[in-house]
């Protein structure tokens, strides 16, 4: 028997599920993961954390995630306490928890690739219509393309990806508040890396007082080295939180995951201090690349998308016999690369080097 045999829904015939190349090699470029060593002394504390939670592991977990829920509402601060913060089990799950509530079948997501490829898997796996506008130049979004998409397709659901993945590209809070101010939908921004733009940068959480229909996501994935926790919570109106509150599972945050992630939130400082050479490395790829004869794309976050490739195939495994993974992702004559530790930025350009014809 195979998939075909079976009496799934029309609509996901055909599909793939999302998926990065799960290849162990000694230097993992591809998933835009926290690539420096976890902090003994944090992963100490949290293993304490876990092993006290296991003494009531017969016992369904805190089912509104309350110390939680302070710890990230004390993260975040700009006044946002914990009615406004929600949390699931990475931010995919908090994405497909919003369009479970808010989308749907006859309701539509608007988005602007290239960006997450998450974004139509979700709306498929929710019954919920994709629609798409083009980016400008660099890939930004300018006010007037988004008020002219959602004008033109009247979405229930328009997200931005800020920064963007896989571009890196900012975006400005004047264009958040356009496109809030022409729907009457919900609008989510998607702060997936906002820990890795500039400090003064304003954020989407100083959108927040006024606008209910604003949601923001955020992972503790990237900047905390948490991908395999999977911890992504949500910022907003204590209304939308309770929209969320309809579509959950029961007790869909285990009590080892609140354990590890209110933890590791007391250690914020320590883990954040990664992110300084995180950019350093990023800045470093984008300054080096053009001397290897690429077009790096400016970026916010803890990747470089970079062009002039002339076969990313070959690129991409030629980098792969040398040990060192990055990411095909399918835009033409490009390669996105994740911004490692040091002794792994030097190698992947030291590798791009070698391949690369003079």
């Given at each position: 028997?195979?998939?075909?045999?079976?009496?799934?829904r029309?609509?996901?015939?055909?599909?793939?599920?999302?998926?990065?190349?799960?290849?162990?090699?000694?230097?993992?470029?591809?998933?835009?993961?926290?690539?420096?060593?976890?902090?003994a002394n944090?992963?100490?504390?949290?293993?304490?954390?876990v092993?006290?939670a296991?003494?009531?592991?017969?016992?369904?977990?805190?089912?509104?995630?309350?110390?939680?829920?302070?710890?990230?509402?004390?993260?975040?601060?700009?006044?946002?306490?914990?009615?406004?913060?929600?949390?699931?089990?990475?931010?995919?799950?908090?994405?497909?928890?919003?369009?479970?509530?808010?989308?749907?079948?006859?309701?539509?997501l608007?988005?602007?690739p290239?960006?997450?490829?998450?974004?139509?898997?979700?709306?498929?796996?929710?019954?919920?219509?994709?629609?798409?506008?083009?980016?400008?130049?660099?890939?930004?979004?300018?006010?007037?393309?988004?008020?002219?998409?959602?004008?033109?397709?009247?979405?229930?659901?328009t997200?931005?990806?800020?920064?963007?993945?896989?571009?890196?590209?900012?975006?400005?809070?004047?264009?958040?508040?356009?496109?809030?101010d022409?729907?009457?939908?919900?609008?989510?921004?998607?702060?997936?890396y906002?820990?890795?733009?500039?400090?003064?940068?304003?954020r989407?959480?100083?959108?927040?007082a006024?606008?209910?229909?604003?949601?923001?996501?955020?992972?503790?994935?990237?900047?905390?080295?948490f991908?395999?926790?999977?911890?992504?919570?949500?910022?907003?109106?204590?209304?939308?939180?309770?929209a969320?509150?309809?579509?959950r599972?029961?007790?869909?945050?285990?009590?080892?995951?609140?354990?590890?992630?209110t933890?590791?939130l007391?250690?914020?400082?320590?883990?954040?201090?990664?992110?300084?050479?995180?950019?350093?490395?990023?800045?470093?790829?984008?300054?080096?690349?053009?001397k290897?004869?690429?077009?790096?794309?400016?970026?916010?976050?803890?990747?470089?998308?970079?062009?002039?490739?002339?076969?990313?195939?070959?690129?991409?495994?030629?980098?792969?016999?040398?040990?060192?993974?990055?990411?095909?992702?399918?835009?033409?004559?490009?390669?996105?690369?994740?911004?490692?530790?040091?002794?792994?930025?030097?190698?992947?350009?030291?590798?791009?080097?070698?391949?690369?014809p003079?």
């Open positions: 028997m195979s998939l075909d045999d079976l009496p799934v029309d609509d996901l015939r055909g599909k793939k599920p999302y998926g990065a190349p799960q290849i162990h090699v000694p230097i993992q470029l591809n998933v835009n993961e926290n690539t420096h060593p976890f902090p944090v992963a100490d504390d949290i293993a304490a954390a092993r006290d296991l003494t009531d592991i017969n016992r369904y977990p805190d089912r509104e995630f309350t110390e939680l829920r302070t710890a990230l509402a004390g993260y975040v601060g700009e006044g946002v306490t914990p009615d406004q913060i929600w949390a699931a089990n990475g931010s995919n799950e908090v994405l497909q928890q919003i369009l479970q509530a808010f989308g749907g079948p006859g309701r539509i608007l988005g602007f290239p960006t997450y490829s998450m974004y139509p898997l979700l709306a498929e796996g929710t019954g919920t219509g994709w629609v798409t506008a083009e980016r400008a130049a660099e890939y930004e979004i300018t006010a007037n393309i988004a008020v002219t998409a959602i004008r033109e397709h009247q979405p229930n659901i997200v931005f990806c800020a920064p963007n993945n896989p571009t890196g590209t900012g975006i400005s809070l004047d264009v958040i508040a356009a496109a809030y022409a729907t009457d939908g919900i609008v989510i921004v998607d702060e997936a906002h820990e890795f733009m500039p400090d003064d940068q304003p989407a959480t100083t959108l927040l006024g606008r209910p229909r604003l949601l923001i996501s955020r992972t503790m994935s990237k900047a905390f080295a991908a395999g926790a999977r911890v992504g919570y949500l910022i907003a109106d204590p209304a939308a939180i309770d969320l509150r309809l579509v599972l029961p007790y869909h945050l285990s009590a080892l995951t609140q354990a590890a992630a933890t590791a007391k250690h914020a400082p320590v883990m954040l201090a990664q992110v300084a050479d995180i950019r350093r490395q990023r800045d470093r790829i984008v300054a080096e690349l053009p290897l004869g690429y077009a790096p794309h400016a970026s916010q976050t803890n990747f470089v998308l970079f062009g002039g490739v002339d076969d990313p195939n070959a690129t991409f495994h030629a980098l792969l016999k040398k040990g060192i993974i990055i990411r095909d992702v399918g835009i033409p004559n490009h390669l996105r690369v994740t911004a490692g530790t040091e002794e792994e930025t030097t190698a992947f350009l030291s590798a791009l080097a070698q391949i690369t003079c």
